[in-house]
């Protein structure tokens, strides 16, 4: 009875209804929109895969290229660690728990005795454990004798959260987990990125989601989360687009300023959207709900496993060197452009000029106590 009353409650809510509704509605547009190119466009949006020996990370200067994948303990992060340690990467597993990071390398290693793995546990949704986690990193690399440089960073980590809760610096932990995380990241990783003598990547794992964002905001409550703190009840799907909406808005600033800066030309950035994946991401929803949902993706033929699904992931961490900001959907090499509303010069700035401010804070903070602790495990 609890759990019918449980799973009633869940479905009268609004935001309930966006995620049945808007989300179907721009998961299905994304692909007639990927049909439709592919039949009338004019201009090639197919990125071949190249393998590592042709490849932008080969050099004998880099013996073996370094591959970051966050949120690597399972679903698609665990998929795209495996399908990058069989191309010849030395993978490195991110991820909240030792326990859940100790059976994906397990796993891994049962499928490819010769995958070179490393783990580190880490929390992307505090400061402090991502700055830990470059020291950490810098480390393994100097003790291993390898070259002090990353070559491939999948930001690939992400919740669903359903309840409010905040992180110990304070902001949402969707927010944190999905998007500041990510940004902050890839900005403590940069000299590793930029300090590589073949060419290197960062690729964002964002949502067809970020498709029902129509409002133009990007400043610091809005990142932080308190802008959606005025709803009486979670907009935890409102929320989830927006982090996927600000992926991609960082992806190609991040882009724009790479073409600017003659250190980091080496440097692409480019976004991929796995699509409808069975993943573990929808564990706080009710198990029943979350069934349907499944059932119905499938009847429409749109859910993918992640063994299929991690396709789009790969296809941009092994295009050509020179495809830089490019939102890649489908699998099979394919892109699409992403909403309007991502290529929003004016508030991509506003966004990266917001985030670059709260990473400073967080930098004088962490240097200042360092006292944040780790979360709970995923």
Known sequence: MEVVKSVVSFMCNSEFWRMAVLWSFSLIFSYLKLFYESLFSQESKFQPRCSLKDSIFSTALVARPVCIVTGATSGLGAAAAHALSNEGFYVVLVGRSSELLSKAISEIKSRNHDACLKA????LSSFVS??????SLQQWLQDSNMHSSVQLLINNA????TSRRFTCEGYDEMLATN???????TKVLLPLLESSPV????VNVTSFTHRNVSFRQADRETISGKFFMKSKDYPYARIYEYTKLCILLFSYELHRKVGLMKKSQHLSIVAADPGAVQTN??????SPVSTMAFAAMKLLGVLQSSKTGVSAIVDAALAPPDVSGVYFFGGKGRSLNSSALSYDAKLAKDLWDASCNLFEEEQVAAQRDGNCAVGNDE
Request: proline content about 6%; overall charge neutral; charged content about 20%.
């Open 281 to 286: 991401i929808m564990r706080e929803i009710p």
């Open 179 to 185: 998007y500041i995380g990510a940004f902050c990241l």
């Open 199 to 202: 060419p290197c990547r960062v």
């Open 120 to 123: 580190f546990e880490v929390n």
């Open 158 to 161: 992400g919740i669903l959260a």
């Open 130 to 135: 991502i700055l830990e986690f470059k020291h």
